[in-house]
């Protein structure tokens, strides 16, 4: 069976608010290395033959092109965002070639997703159609109810990860509208066009950050995967 032609669009449209700086969160560095670079070299390291397309505020694309000059970052395109990330990635989709028979969104600020993993997604979209990877809850939750709250069951909740990916015409077709307020990812736009979605393992290191601890947690990921590389050597 003939491998699946994948288009990347990796959202990095984000203001950095959260996390604080002058630059949005995207760009800071992990174990010397930007966030986006990390998001962008992952999937060029699993997908190699893969078009990939970043998303960016525009006030940042030519920033972006002269601070990446100085990484080794994988060849990339890049358009310009929108004012929700729906419109990032409508503008990301628009970008693609008609060619592609899978497309993924990934967020630019989760820079672990393994090659295993980004593949195991891949399988699952050509197979089903879609593929959200997603992990078990292993906090407790509640549910608040005015001044109340509950208990809620967390064996019924899964935590939701990028990338998500979906057949090419299902995407595009979901995409055909006009942002809605509850659209949250890619899974709840294609849901509103009437498709189902399936679920596949996703990873616990696959963090997206967002915060100060985040970076934290981050360097932690770079390190042991500097001492996983190193004993595999």
């Known amino acids: 069976m003939e491998e699946p032609r994948v288009g990347v669009i990796i959202v990095a449209g984000g203001s950095g608010k959260r996390m604080g700086g002058a630059l949005p969160k995207q760009f800071s560095l992990v174990g010397g290395e930007p966030i986006l670079a990390r998001t962008i070299n992952a999937f060029r390291k699993a997908l190699p033959t893969s078009r990939i397309v970043v998303v960016l505020p525009a006030e940042y694309i030519e920033f972006w092109k002269n601070f990446s000059a100085r990484f080794d970052v994988a060849k990339h395109s890049i358009v310009e965002g929108g004012k929700e990330r729906f419109h990032s990635v409508r503008n990301g989709i628009a970008a693609l070639s008609d060619a592609v028979d899978l497309i993924a969104v990934q967020d630019g600020v989760r820079p672990f997703a393994s090659k295993e993993m980004i593949l195991r997604a891949v399988a699952c979209a050509a197979e089903k159609g879609s593929a959200i990877p997603v992990v078990k809850a292993v906090d407790s939750y509640r549910t608040i109810e005015g001044e109340e ?85």
């Open 149 to 233: 709250s509950r208990i809620t069951d967390r064996t019924l909740l899964r935590i939701v990860q990028t990338p998500q990916i979906f057949s090419a015409p299902i995407l595009r077709a979901a995409y055909d509208t006009d942002f809605r307020s509850e659209f949250t990812d890619d899974a709840s736009v294609v849901e509103y066009s009437g498709e189902c979605v399936s679920l596949c393992e996703g990873e616990y290191t696959n963090i997206k950050i967002t915060t100060p601890t985040d970076m934290v947690f981050a360097e932690a990921i770079v390190s042991n995967l500097g001492e996983n590389n190193n004993n595999e050597e």
